[in-house]
């Protein structure tokens, strides 16, 4: 991209996400998260701290909310009347929604965070200069700063042996935020290339859906309509774009939602309501 | 069959220190944000007229200088690849199919040199290595920061294999980043291998220009 | 350009030079970057071809986190191990894998681990070297030492697979049968039932197949037998025509809080009530399988307000269930710790059973399980008893050698029973072990052993969930990374060769597994493909072996059941539920920092120990969130802060397992209070079990407030709807599967 590419091509550069924004996607990778079937093990959010270095912050770190977990999972209690929480708890796996509209892309004053022709919203932690405008733009709250330089004691010798090679480990006044395992991504691509075909289904498979025990997390390419993800999204009438979507009003009660869709920020991560049995 | 595989794993390729220090942000970063960078696109590209890489390539350009590295052993790149005409691949063998071209395995050394030159003194020093079950431990000359994502078999497959360039000339592709090594002793960074180096190239050839392309 | 400039400086000089200096922008040197000669780098002494650096490998292996015998896949890079995932061909997790078995790698690289051997010299352990230590071993227990029979004993994990087996040949060897196989979080009682009353220690669970599961504080989702697999299961159970749980514990588990329906009964009152509601179905003649009149007659006591009175569940929530299980049949009915571990454990879950029997469960949900043919490798199960035993023989002094492996009993055993103490009365203790734990640092010899990453080995999950019953095979995914460690089997081995000269054929204990794997009978290793000498490379490459299962069929059969216990509780008003959880297990992960870190999964508390309450007990006592109370038995007493909350009877308190450890490195020592400590010593009378649900105690105000670490902001959506809800009536409508 150089200076002449956007005087020239000015309208489309600043076409609105309404109007499918100004990305040429290849590929719009998403994720279907079944709270039915997720059993809130934190099985998801070890996997991602064991692929992305994720630091370990400590008691009194963590106390403050500075603890770096991308995937983390909330529990909630809600609407207990009786004496006793019958329904059980709710869990909710929440990491950056990727979202298509991303409120925290604009507001940052180094373009450190950015769209990818993959449909990411991806932070390039060497440009980063700390500002923090993201993550307070973010409505998910899934943007974790490096207030410290935590390789200094997160990994004491030999720990620091399992820190993945194909993702730097980011240092003090860095933010960060699940990619979508983009490590993983990219070596599926070259994987692909190398063997001279498209990539296909199931070629990329995030840390947290490898791991997730009753594998209530589908990852996919939600413009490949083959793709399980697709279908997934298809089946509960929900679709990639800004906007709060109209459902067949006959099945108002498919499962499927985006969690702050009314912010019309397009997020990536379909949810699946959690079904009660309310007869038992 | 174990005995194999407990050799095999004992050596360890990369360095830890290295990735240990990501850094903030550096200047050039802030820089490139500025559309002043998009003048050094533009400058006119420097010819490379003593390398027959195909015209419809343009070289990288920048130029570096460097004091020499001090490595345990003073490995002569001049004397393997100008006067035994040895391919860069035939040592750096994992460069078309990894990141990483890899230095040689000690075993592949010691393949010749088991009978080739034994009296020389850089020789004598490689077979005590080999035969104390070691390798030597050489430093880094071309090493990108660790927040760069580089992969040596992308680059060998575009420039190399799509472009049907004659594998045994092979050289003359590597020393597009590496310099003319054929010169050298023991590997001297000729190239900046920094941002606008490798950006300008990728510009000029039709490069992916996405960040994550490049940084991790 | 190649003058060296720091940030600080540059960013001076843009002040002052401009655009200038910007123009070369990309192109400028930087301090932190860009260096020559800062960095090593080595080469392979010899390649493997299929090793590229810079490419992952992936080598299968077992999981030794828990017992439950998951296959691994380990991803290699330049020879050291980053990441494991399921081995997908493993019938026991399916390439799936929990957050312990993600954890391994943080066990292996622990900074923690001991890296040379340790003599107890005066009353300090020193390092000394692997001829001393082997010598010391070699004087003490060899063939010349005098020491033999009972005298010597050995306390363990639960092992399977060969590690069984040399085990057994050591114990043999020396004439003692002493081999005590101790694990806090088992199964002990339900595998007794289910023995007793079905022929199966271990019966299949066919999750997938019930129309509802009625759990009796079994967490199977977290804890209980096999969580990985079980979780599978689960997901099956879920889709498809959605099958409803029930959950009744005293404390919201993992599964707990999964549920369509949780219920707290009374602690200890879950045999009653699951009598009730079998004699619910009787009276109203819903029963598939006819009940003796013997056993219809002593159920006819357990009224519907009589077991309400006794269990404080209602009525109307008493025949609900029963209905459920009639109207959803086939049900599932599971009892874990909540309910095994009372004195009368042993009746509640054969009353729990007995619900089983009378809806015909047996043969659709419940089934005979696989068994591995080879008997010698199979699973000895961790248990409570043999801790009691051990305990025991300690106090009369009748242990001259201890070994222990896997295990540490100094932690896991309650106070009262002296353990660490009856430790001191052994002359000579030896340790396997990775960490300095706290049984570890009592022992005379200890023998660093290498992690589950560098050692070789077979395990015989002790649930078998497939037709055909599985080995798993552990091989090392890299080389040890400390100098000094060694693999247990080859301890054990050369332990072996003092006595037995035929051990001499093995050079070390891979070579004795190769031989043992390839030389097994053809209904063991007749699913490896290749011929037999290709067997072990074939079975490295999968990491399993399914071996063939002989068919049994299940003899369900009743057993008699005894309810009456009596004690005088007063001053212990509260019940102690020593909860398990999915991450900490029983402690022996409390050294791994990932696991400190990730939240309980329901509390959300991180790096410390906390006492859940009721908010009705809470106000009683005017605490909040973050208060602390004071947890007292008549066997001693504990401190933690409190987490108030709706998914605990009123009359019950839990406390976590996992932390409190006096030693086990930095990330475990002095952090959160050990609730094993207070039990008391109350056994399960049938099966001779520490009753660890049995004992009581008294809360009490500590007047001491800190902040409670935990994650989260709100403790509901506040109104939002992040986690949306429907019924399963809307979901049948819409997804039309009923």
């Known amino acids: 991209m150089s200076f002449k590419n956007i005087l020239e091509n000015f309208s489309y550069y600043r076409r609105d996400a309404e109007d499918g924004g100004h990305h040429e996607y290849d590929h719009r990778f998403g994720m279907t998260i079944d709270l039915d079937i997720c059993t809130g093990c934190n099985s998801c959010s070890t996997a991602c701290y064991a692929e992305n270095n994720l630091a370990v912050v400590g008691k009194e770190r963590f106390e403050k909310g500075q603890a770096m977990h991308w995937m983390r999972v909330e529990r909630y209690w809600d609407n207990i009347e009786g004496d006793y929480a019958e329904e059980g708890a709710k869990f909710l796996p929440m990491l950056c929604q990727n979202c298509g509209a991303a409120t925290c892309e604009p507001v940052c004053p180094v373009a450190a965070t950015y769209h990818t022709p993959d449909g990411l919203n991806a932070q390039v932690y060497n440009r980063c200069i700390g500002s923090r405008y993201c993550s307070n733009n973010c409505p998910f709250r899934v943007r974790y700063f490096n207030f410290w330089s935590y390789y200094e004691d997160s990994w004491p010798e030999p720990l620091n042996m399992q820190l993945n090679p194909d993702l730097s480990v980011r240092d003090k006044g860095v933010m960060e935020k699940c990619t979508f395992c983009i490590q993983r991504i990219r070596t599926a691509k070259d994987k692909a290339q190398r063997e001279e075909r498209v990539m296909a289904d199931g070629d990329v498979v995030t840390a947290c859906a490898q791991a997730c025990p009753t594998g209530a997390i589908v990852f996919g390419d939600t413009m490949d309509p083959d793709s399980r993800v697709s279908k997934l999204w298809e089946k509960h009438q929900v679709h990639r774009g800004p906007f709060l979507q109209k459902k067949d009003k006959t099945n108002e009660e498919i499962r499927g939602y985006r969690i702050f869709d009314e912010l019309n920020v397009d997020p990536s991560i379909l949810y699946l309501e959690r079904v009660r049995d309310t007869e038992v | ?216 | 350009m190649s003058v060296k400039v720091n940030r600080r400086k540059f960013l001076k000089m843009l002040g002052w030079g401009g655009a200038g200096t910007a123009l070369t922008g990309c192109d400028l040197p930087t301090t932190v970057t860009l260096e020559e000669g800062k960095e090593e780098v080595v080469s392979y002494l010899m390649p493997e071809e299929y090793a590229i650096p810079g490419i992952g490998v992936w080598y299968a292996s077992t999981c030794t986190q828990c017992e439950a015998g998951c296959g691994l896949h380990g991803r290699v890079r330049e020879g050291r191990v980053l990441k494991v995932e399921g081995n997908p061909d493993s019938p026991v997790n399916h390439g799936k894998s929990c957050m312990m078995g993600q954890s391994t790698v943080q066990s292996h690289y622990n900074p923690d681990r001991i890296t040379s051997p340790m003599m107890r010299k005066g009353s300090t352990l020193q390092s000394v070297s692997w001829d001393e230590a082997m010598s010391a071993l070699t004087s003490k227990i060899g063939p010349d030492s005098g020491v033999k029979g009972d005298r010597v004993g050995m306390i363990t994990g639960t092992v399977s697979g060969h590690q069984a087996v040399i085990i057994d040949e050591l114990l043999a060897q020396v004439g003692s049968k002493n081999h005590y196989v101790h694990e806090v979080i088992n199964t002990s009682v339900w595998s007794s039932v289910c023995r007793d009353m079905l022929g199966d220690e271990m019966p299949k669970l066919n999750y997938d197949k019930a129309g509802v599961i009625l759990s009796f504080g079994a967490d199977f989702l977290g804890t209980w037998i096999s969580p990985v697999h079980n979780m599978g299961e689960y997901a099956k159970f879920r889709k498809g025509a959605r099958g409803s749980l029930i959950q009744v514990e005293p404390k919201m588990t993992l599964t707990g809080g999964n549920a369509d329906l949780w219920i707290p009964a009374k602690p200890g009152t879950e045999g009653a009530l699951a009598l009730g509601i079998a004699n619910f179905i009787i009276e109203r003649g819903w029963n598939a399988v006819d009940v003796p009149s013997s056993i219809a007659k002593t159920l006819n006591q357990y009224t519907l307000t009589a077991v309400e009175k006794v269990t404080g569940v209602p009525v109307n929530k008493i025949k609900r269930i029963a209905s459920m299980l009639t109207e959803r049949a086939p049900s599932l009915v599971i009892a874990g710790a909540s309910t095994e571990n009372h004195e009368n454990g042993y009746d509640a879950v054969a009353s729990v059973m007995l619900l089983n029997l009378i809806m015909g469960n047996i043969g659709k949900t419940i089934e005979a399980s696989a068994k591995f043919p080879e008997k010698a490798l199979r699973a000895k199960q961790g248990n409570t008893k043999d801790l009691l035993l051990l305990a025991k023989a300690l106090k009369d002094n009748k242990l001259d050698v201890l070994f222990t492996y896997n295990t540490n009993p100094a932690f896991t055993a309650p106070a009262v029973l002296q353990v660490s103490e009856g430790l001191s009365s052994v002359g000579f203790k030896v340790a396997f072990s990775m960490f300095p734990d706290e049984t570890t640092l009592q022992a005379d010899l200890v023998l660093p052993i290498h992690s589950g990453m560098e050692d070789w080995g077979t395990h015989v999950p002790a649930y078998q969930p497939d037709t055909s019953s599985v080995l798993s095979l552990q091989q090392p995914l890299m080389e040890p990374i400390h100098k000094e460690t060694r693999g247990f089997g080859d301890i054990m081995l050369s332990m072996l060769k003092l006595r037995n000269k035929n051990f001499g054929d093995f050079p070390d204990y891979y070579s004795y597994l190769q031989t043992a794997v390839a030389n097994m009978p053809a209904d063991v290793t007749g699913s490896v493909e290749g011929a037999s000498k290709d067997i072990w490379s074939n079975v490295l490459q999968k990491g399993i072996v399914k071996a063939k299962a002989s068919a049994n069929a299940l003899t369900p059969k009743l057993v008699d059941m005894k309810f009456k216990v009596k004690h005088d509780n007063s001053g212990y008003p509260m019940h102690l539920v020593p909860s398990a959880r999915l991450g900490l297990w029983d402690g022996r992960h409390a050294n791994i920092p990932w696991l400190q870190e990730f939240p309980d999964q329901i509390a959300k508390v991180v790096w410390g120990s906390w006492a859940e309450l009721h908010p009705k007990k809470a106000s009683e006592l005017g605490v909040k969130n973050g208060d602390y109370v004071r947890v007292t038995s008549a066997s001693g007493s504990i401190e933690a802060q409190v987490y108030i909350h709706k998914g605990i009877h009123p009359d019950a308190v839990s406390v976590p397992m996992g932390q409190g450890h006096d030693e086990f490195g930095r990330y475990a020592k002095g952090r959160g209070v050990n609730p094993l400590k207070i039990l008391n010593p109350l056994m399960e009378r049938r099966t001779g079990e520490l009753a660890t649900h049995a004992t009581r105690v008294k809360v009490t105000n500590a007047h001491k407030h800190e902040k409670l670490v935990h994650l989260g902001g709100s403790e509901t959506q506040v109104g939002r709807k992040f986690v949306k809800t429907i019924s399963v009536d809307q979901l049948r409508r819409t997804e039309g599967e009923a």
């Open chain 2, 1 to 216: 069959m174990q005995v194999e595989r407990r050799t095999l794993l004992r050596k360890l390729v990369c360095s830890l220190r290295g990735r240990m220090r990501m850094k903030t942000v550096t200047i050039k970063q802030l820089l490139s944000f500025s559309v002043l960078a998009f003048v050094v696109s533009i400058l006119p590209a420097k010819s490379y007229a003593e390398l027959p890489v195909p015209a419809h390539i343009t070289p990288p350009v920048g130029e570096h200088e460097s004091p020499i590295v001090p490595q345990p052993i003073e490995f002569p790149h001049d004397r393997h690849v100008n006067d035994m005409k040895i391919n860069c691949m035939y040592c750096h063998t994992y460069a078309r199919r990894s990141k990483v071209a890899g230095i040689p395995p000690t075993s592949k050394c010691m393949g010749c040199h088991k009978v080739i030159a034994t009296d020389k003194p850089r020789i004598q020093q490689l077979t005590e290595y080999w035969e104390k079950g070691e390798s030597p431990k050489w430093l880094k000359v071309h090493d990108v920061p660790d927040y760069v994502h580089f992969t040596h078999e992308k680059h060998i497959r575009k420039f190399v294999f799509d472009e049907k360039f004659p594998v045994e000339d092979v050289q003359q592709v590597c020393g597009l980043c590496h310099g003319e090594v054929r010169g050298m002793t023991v590997a001297e960074k000729k190239k900046p291998l920094n941002m606008g180096f490798c950006q300008r190239c990728h510009e000029a050839n039709g490069g992916p220009g996405d960040c994550w392309a490049c940084h991790k």
